[in-house]
């Protein structure tokens, strides 16, 4: 991985009093980026602090954005190694002022994987699986169930990080990135919940969950959700609250799998993000 040298935010923060007609002065606007340096995979959690609520577009894309306090919001920007590194447009607009800024994502190296796949192994899942972890990856509920740091999901070693990318037979899968981390551990290990939430995703292989094999998707709003796939054991229903930490599972061998793993993403409006950073920020 290249040393995350590059500046993220020119400049990080960003200060305007505003001036109304009548004179009286509002709080000054506001723009704070963290991390300070960036790199692709990284979520960015941009806050803004203004009188009134702000719009907050990237790249020409808006974002959510969410109440975290008195006359404080946030928007999170999701980077994937799919992603150009560079400037990027940071537009932020309250009442009748408009900020332009630019945000700076640092380039990384990602491992690459060669795989040999015989013929007629290629696996392919259904419809019905595709449709419904699609739809669970596209929430954002306004309300911030988390509370704090995210926790490791399972105790086994990480075998496979974020990110590899992978040449199949030769050709190399320009779309493809592994989206998660996959945890080594024995079959019916437990699995808990990386933080508070509420399940949004329960599939199963005999349903035809033939790629994800037994699943767990969690919302932990604010367009924050967690994954957990392969599993063997599913011991919660959709709709149940959840506790960080609370066993919610067994590790499996379900769906497209080698071998008993755990593989668990974590999504950021609707984008997959290296979880790593939200093992040690809870972006409260």
Request: contains cysteine; positive net charge; aromatic residues 8%.
């Amino acid at each position: 991985m290249r040393d995350r040298l590059l500046p993220w935010l020119v400049p990080a923060i960003i200060t305007t009093t505003i001036l109304p007609a009548s004179s009286q002065v509002t709080i000054p606007i506001t723009v704070t980026v963290s991390p300070g340096r960036a790199v692709l995979g990284d979520t960015l959690a941009i806050v803004v602090n203004a009188a009134e609520q702000p719009t907050v577009e990237v790249a020409g894309k808006a974002l959510p954005v969410f109440s975290i306090g008195p006359q404080q919001w946030r928007a999170f920007v999701a980077t994937t190694p799919l992603q150009t590194p560079g400037r990027r447009s940071l537009v932020v607009r309250s009442g009748n002022e408009t900020r332009n800024l630019l945000l700076w994502v640092g380039d990384r190296s990602f491992p690459v994987q060669s795989i040999w796949l015989p013929p007629g192994k290629d696996a392919s899942g259904t419809d019905l699986e595709f449709d419904r972890v699609d739809a669970f990856k596209a929430l954002v509920t306004p309300e911030r169930l988390w509370q704090g740091a995210f926790r490791r999901p399972n105790s086994g070693p990480v075998t496979t990080p974020y990110g590899v990318r992978r040449y199949y037979n030769g050709v190399f899968a320009k779309d493809y990135f592994h989206r998660g981390l996959d945890y080594a551990g024995p079959k019916g290990s437990p699995v808990v919940a990386a933080q508070r939430g509420r399940v949004a995703l329960v599939g199963r292989e005999s349903q035809g969950f033939l790629i994800h094999g037994n699943t767990i998707g969690i919302d932990h709003g604010q367009g924050v959700l967690t994954i957990y796939l392969h599993l063997d054991q599913i011991r919660v229903q959709e709709g149940q609250m959840v506790e960080a930490g609370q066993v919610i599972g067994t590790v499996g061998n379900t769906g497209a799998s080698t071998g008993p793993h755990l593989h668990w993403g974590l999504y950021v409006n609707g984008e997959c993000v290296d979880p790593r950073s939200w093992l040690a920020q809870g972006w409260q």
